[in-house]
């Protein structure tokens, strides 16, 4: 029997007598992607942070598959602008004992010449994908990412999602995702998990993007919101290169019958 990465079964928190998540289950595992949605208040950010073991459970189970490593994209992290301090120096504080190597991580992410840069000068989309790297080198069994978006542009939205795809396919590691980019993570994703304090629905993303609960929670946005598609016409090499699939081996011809 498969052990799922991480696994969490009918968790409940409550902060006082407001319930934050209500009989939340949900499995990641090996290789898989599944993303959470939700409106604002849903209870989204509570769900990563009894992920990480950062938040008790007031009722149900968290399990983290024995000896599985996690690393985590925040939503949003704030260098001080008076701290001198480089995308190396940055990427070094959080480095083990052993990890990945900086300089591949940041190869890895797309932005190896900006290991001498400081921080405070990158870009929105820059600085995610150092927060990438970041994660990476702990070599993680599962990426956790709050947003890992925020603070991008659009044109570099869907380039960022690409990316966690093709890191899940070199690593074989687990992606738990949150995000509010409906239309660009339904294509990055293999399952969407629709929260709202309790699961209003999950599965196939294409699936939960016509089902009702979906519907009535996210209203108008959900039919404004066209789902992009991506085909799945090709691999990715060790380096990321895109490596067409194989066309399967057409059957053979029928034989012609002979007249009787």
């Known amino acids: 029997m498969t052990v799922a990465l991480l696994a969490l079964e009918n968790v409940d928190v409550r902060f ?15 290789g898989e992607i599944v993303t959470v949605v939700g409106p604002n208040g849903a209870g989204k950010s ?5 992920a990480l073991g950062l938040q008790l459970p007031s009722g149900g189970a968290v ?31 959080a480095a083990p004992r052993g ?3 900086i300089e591949r991580a940041l190869a890895e992410t797309g932005v190896a010449e900006l290991a001498d840069m400081p921080v405070q000068v990158l870009s929105g989309g820059e600085f995610q994908r150092v927060l990438l790297a970041r994660a990476l080198i702990r070599e993680p069994d599962l990426l956790v990412l709050d947003e890992p978006v925020q603070g991008v542009d659009v044109s570099g939205q869907a380039a960022l999602y690409d990316l966690i795809r093709r890191i899940r396919d070199r690593h074989g590691c687990g992606v738990l995702l949150v995000s509010h980019d409906l239309h660009l993570v339904m294509a990055a994703t293999d399952r969407v998990v629709c929260l709202n304090h309790h699961v209003c629905c999950s599965g196939h993303p294409e699936a939960v993007a016509r ?3 979906y519907r009535a929670l996210f209203g108008a946005a959900a039919d404004a919101i066209a789902v992009y598609a991506h085909h799945h016409d090709h691999r990715h090499d060790s380096h990321g290169h895109a490596v ?4 399967e081996a057409e059957p053979p011809p ?3 019958g002979h007249a009787g």
Request: charged share 20%; aromatic share 4%.
């Open 16 to 30: 006082g007598r407001v319930a934050a998540l209500e009989g939340v289950s949900l499995a990641v595992d090996a």
């Open 46 to 50: 509570t769900l990563l942070r009894v």
């Open 63 to 93: 399990r983290l598959k024995p000896g599985a490593r996690i690393g985590y994209v925040p939503q949003r992290l704030v260098v001080d602008d008076a701290l001198p301090l480089t995308v190396r120096r940055f990427l070094g504080l």
């Open 99 to 101: 990890g990945t190597p």
């Open 211 to 213: 089902h009702p609960a």
């Open 244 to 247: 067409p699939l194989p066309h």
């Open 254 to 256: 029928a034989k012609a």
